[in-house]
C-alpha cells in the first residue's frame, strides 16, 4: 500500500509578527543556528504555542520584547 510521505518542510505563520515562513520538522531547522538563551526560550513558550519566524526570533534573543503589537 502507498504511504504518503510526510511533509518535512511546513509553512507557518509568525504569531508575533505575522510573517509567513518554513519550519523544518526535521530537526536540522534554521532555528537551531540561532543562539537564544534558555530563560528567552522559556518566556517565548510561555506566550506563544508555535514557532517565531526567523526575523522575530533573531529579535528575542538579542532583548527585543517578547510580544509586539501587530
Same mark, same amino acid.
Do not use: N, Q
Given at each position: 500500500?502507498? $504511504?504518503?510521505? $510526510?511533509?518535512?518542510? /511546513?509553512? /507557518? &505563520?509568525?504569531?508575533?509578527?505575522?510573517?509567513?515562513? &518554513?519550519?523544518? #520538522?526535521?530537526? $536540522?531547522?534554521?532555528?537551531? /543556528? +540561532?543562539? +537564544? !538563551?534558555?530563560?528567552?526560550?522559556?518566556?517565548? /513558550? $510561555?506566550?506563544?504555542?508555535?514557532?517565531?519566524? !526567523?526575523?522575530?526570533? #533573531?529579535? +528575542?534573543?538579542?532583548?527585543? #520584547?517578547? &510580544?509586539? #503589537?501587530?
Amino acid at each position: 500500500m502507498f $504511504k504518503p510521505k $510526510k511533509i518535512l518542510i /511546513e509553512p /507557518e &505563520t509568525c504569531p508575533r509578527c505575522g510573517a509567513s515562513f &518554513t519550519c523544518s #520538522k526535521s530537526g $536540522k531547522c534554521w532555528c537551531f /543556528e +540561532v543562539s +537564544v !538563551p534558555d530563560s528567552v526560550r522559556d518566556e517565548i /513558550e $510561555k506566550v506563544y504555542d508555535r514557532c517565531l519566524c !526567523p526575523r522575530c526570533l #533573531k529579535e +528575542v534573543s538579542v532583548g527585543g #520584547k517578547i &510580544t509586539i #503589537k501587530k
